[in-house]
DNA sequence: AATAAATGTGAAAAATATGTAACAAATCAA
DNA sequence: TTGATTTGTTACATATTTTTCACATTTATT
């Protein structure tokens, strides 16, 4: 007898979806299933699937897209399997943020196997943080699936890096997060740790988001130090 | 650039393990090596690795063996590299234990992106129980993870210099601290120990900590030699 | 009690960090 | 191409932090 895990099937092609859907079914595993990017995603935020296992090739998208989309806002864990083998193929979507990688064909066996170390990893975390595809901070939101913000239910026009600082804010509300911090994660690892640019780019978030609102600031200075969004009530 | 994390490898022909410890090395992890199944085990015991990188073919035991025993006090992730490709020998290893599963010949390049996977799960585990980071002392707290200190709820506005010291003091309660071993705690390894300097940061620290508070101070004076941080009710 | 040594205190100077505006460079869509 | 948008750079006024220093106070020693 198994679980009450649930795992989302991202395949467009009918006769692998079903190949992997029958081994599941066989093993007594709960599945849901999608054909392309976008309805992969919208599955992801509706079902909130403990496990993803993703085709790469999809009609719609590119699924490093896909995964770079869920991984804004979930860190299920996510078990590519594709029919590209390169390298380089294998790199670009591990370090997008998939857990593993497994190319066609595959065996079914291997598949159940890695099932199994994914969910072993799971019951060892056990009930994690709670990863929502809606942020709510006072008047502010963010919708991650959609990747759009509001302001008091008025969408907000962020260029890109807006976006991603902000995003990187409200995920660590009432934290104070480092100039380097920020600038890793915005900007990627290799950069000069250019505090100058952080500070134009939170300046006009700031603008864009503190718009006519409330007497305290929902982002902080921490002069030396950093920034901080404040929780707000 | 990176990191502190420790992996330990464990290989019997040289070449791999050369090819694999130059290779970690110029990514600046630091590592261990062992040679051989029993090596391996006590390296485990003694290092308390971070990851382990394990190749199955080992001339004193079966690979399988050294992750049963591992798996026996430990969950360190295990990435099995090994020549045998069979997918029997996958299941037997991943069902053992085992997080990964590359086969040689095997690209160094994926092995990295493996390992960043492994060590990005580590992280985001190590985060969320870090979440228990919190210090209390009477109506002083430190939440470390957010960088804010509070005295009976209200938030502290400390410099980087006084959030520095209060931490240090802080992480030994109890222990009197000597000039030399502040200052060089606080301000870095290459200073000429500048006393003058702490007394003035130590006295506003004390007017922030000890604002209106109980009748004994919080930081003591120990002349000659330090200060000392009591352990309040 | 007198003296010397160590510490606390307040204020200024020095050093550093920040917000902002203006502008240059890069990117992108038509 | 053009024109619009986004991104990166610089200069500079302002604000904050850090250091220095003179002097008061406390503590230890004789």
Known sequence: MNNNYNILVVEDDAPVRNLITTTLKANEYKFITAAN?????MSAVSH?????LLDLGLPDMDGVDVIEKIRSWSNVPIIVISARSEISDKIEALDAGADDYLTKPFSVEELLARLRVTLRRLS???E???SASVFENG???ID?????????GDELHLTPIEYKLLCLMAKNVGKVLTHSYITRNVWGTSW??????LRVFMATLRKKIEKASDTTPIIQTHIGVGYRMMKME
Do not use: E, R, T
Not at 48 to 52: K, L, Q, R, T
Not at 144 to 152: I, K, T
């Open 37 to 41: 990017g976008s309805d992969a995603i």
């Open 48 to 52: 909130n699937p403990d496990i993803v």
């Open 124 to 126: 060892v975390v056990s």
């Open 128 to 130: 994690q943080s709670s």
């Open 139 to 141: 008047s502010l939101k």
């Open 144 to 152: 991650y699936a959609a990747g759009c913000a509001y302001l008091n």
């Open 192 to 197: 000069n740790n250019d505090v100058a640019s």
